[in-house]
């Protein structure tokens, strides 16, 4: 029994905790680097606040390259309760045996685990991460009746995007005061105008077009728009303009579309973009 325990969890780890060999492309916008790498080191658990698209997961996978560590990534939702996090008893051939969730499995490994925009998870949630996230560092399994002692080499961060808080979505101050927190926010024109070529390969003529176009829909932000185009997205819109698509066609789709499904917010973006190209 407890080696096909034993060997169910060996999978699980081989198969979600992921080694990044090679290096992800990052640019710097700040000491976000250096703080998080002393966090590390001073066994802080980190908290990444910033709009979608602004490049916090890439930063996750940069910084688990550069400290040599595996990462673990888990997209957080409505209906993610403590179990999925920790782990659960699983009926296989006729028998019940452990599974370890996600924060289990980096716990044991000494893996980065990354909770992704941490407030759509449940509540209970925060059952378990704080005991992690504070001088216990321990994950408490009571399904099991085993505690967890978190390595040095572990370590928990999440990220949520408090442009979307609500009474009913907010990081309660007892679990946000448990880390350092890094806000990201959209790179300088300068600086993600080299995002985006590096990104997609685009000449910088189209490229200087795409990031007007961005800053012009995020001035459309709370006016229309619950979030402008980000950088994510004229990344996307790049990458169809270098494939041969009109600049126009790639923006509407991958702008425009992505940001509302309102007719007339739709029309208003493209005419932004018709302004341009």
Known sequence: MRSKISQLQTKALNTEARIIEKEPYYESVGDEIALFESAYQCLIPVLLKGPTGCGKTRFMEYMAWRL???LIT??????LTASDLVGRYLITNNETVWVDGPLARAVRVGAICYLDEVVEARKDTTVVIHPLADDRRILSMEKRGELLQAPREFLLAMSYNPGYQSVLKELKQSTRQRFIAIDFNYPD???EKKIVMAEAGIDAGNADKLIKLAHMT???KDNGL???ASTRLLVHAAKLIKRGIAPRTACHG????ALSDDPEMLRAVDELTSSLF
């Not at 888990?74 to 209906?79: A, E, G, K, L, M």
């Not at 991958?254 to 579309?257: D, F, G, L, R, T």
Request: glycine share 4%; charged share 35%; net charge negative.
């Open 218 to 220: 995020r001035n459309l």
């Open 68 to 70: 040599k560590r595996p």
């Open 74 to 79: 888990v997209s957080c939702h409505d209906d």
């Open 254 to 257: 991958a702008i425009a579309e």
């Open 226 to 228: 619950d979030e402008g």
């Open 189 to 191: 024109s300068a600086l």
